[in-house]
């Protein structure tokens, strides 16, 4: 297991809410897991980055929070408005200075602003470029939304791609398999980080919603191309698409329609 202390960022600054939310944390995943802890070495030692990370369970952000806190370089994570109304959690999430995302909300672009103020300012801040648990049936990276990718052009601040692998044997995504949480004995999760994203040919080019895009995309491969290494297999050549997803079972069921039409009126 791959472990360093975190004297290469000494200059970190966690403060008092920070250190005490880890107080709070790192017992519980300890408890839950034998960590496995990968690729701090590609992390800037002092400037701005984005940290691009998979999502296939609901407890994957605190391991994400554990191994990027161990690493020296806390983060500065998205989450749901909605987790800041909740007692206790929420008070947490504000001390240490969390990013609330307002969806379909016309504070939704506050997010976007704090995420680049928190760039340029040096720190760490963590997308989950798919949005949402991946919907993938073997639970690969889906296509991805564009928000990280427009941070990193915007500032020009390296994208890190992390993979997450084994909190969903202990909290399957929407409850599937047998039993909704699988706490004992401990299962193996590792957390991943692999060389920052070449976006270098995107620099200059004005930002479209194709360059947006593609940027995209290469940010997906790369979160992919970690997961592929942890998990010691090939990811399908096609991401799944939840958009395209969708349309395919809106025309299967119109179909559906059509044909027990076509019979009740025979």
Sequence with gaps: MARRTNARFGN?????????????????????????????EHLP??????????????????????????????????????LFSVPFIGFMLRK???????????????????AIDAV???????????????RD??????????????????????????AHWGAHEIIPPYGKGKGKYRLFPRHRVVVAAGPPVDLSRYQ??????QVL???????????TAVLEDIRGEQAPKERYDMRKAAKDRAAAAQAKRERAAEEGGR
């Design 204 to 209: 200059g080019q004005e930002i479209t919603a």
């Design 45 to 82: 030692e002092k400037s701005g980055f984005i940290a691009a990370v998979n999502h296939n369970s609901v407890i994957d952000p605190v391991f994400y929070a554990h191994w990027q806190y161990n690493s020296g370089r806390p983060p500065r994570i998205l989450a749901k408005s909605s």
């Design 137 to 162: 049936p073997e639970l690969w990276p889906m296509t991805g939304k564009s928000g990280a990718a427009r941070v990193a052009l915007m500032t020009g601040a390296p994208v890190v791609p992390v």
């Design 12 to 40: 970190a600054d966690y403060g008092i809410w920070y250190r005490f939310a880890a107080v709070l944390v790192k017992p519980v995943t300890n408890a839950l897991a034998k960590a496995d802890w990968r690729g701090w």
């Design 96 to 114: 240490t200075g969390q990013i609330p995302v307002f969806r379909e909300s016309t504070d939704a672009a506050e997010a976007f602003r704090a």
């Design 120 to 134: 340029n300012g040096g720190q760490c801040v963590q997308f989950y470029p798919e949005g949402t648990l991946t």
């Design 213 to 223: 895009r593609e940027a995209t995309d290469d940010i997906m491969a790369a979160i």
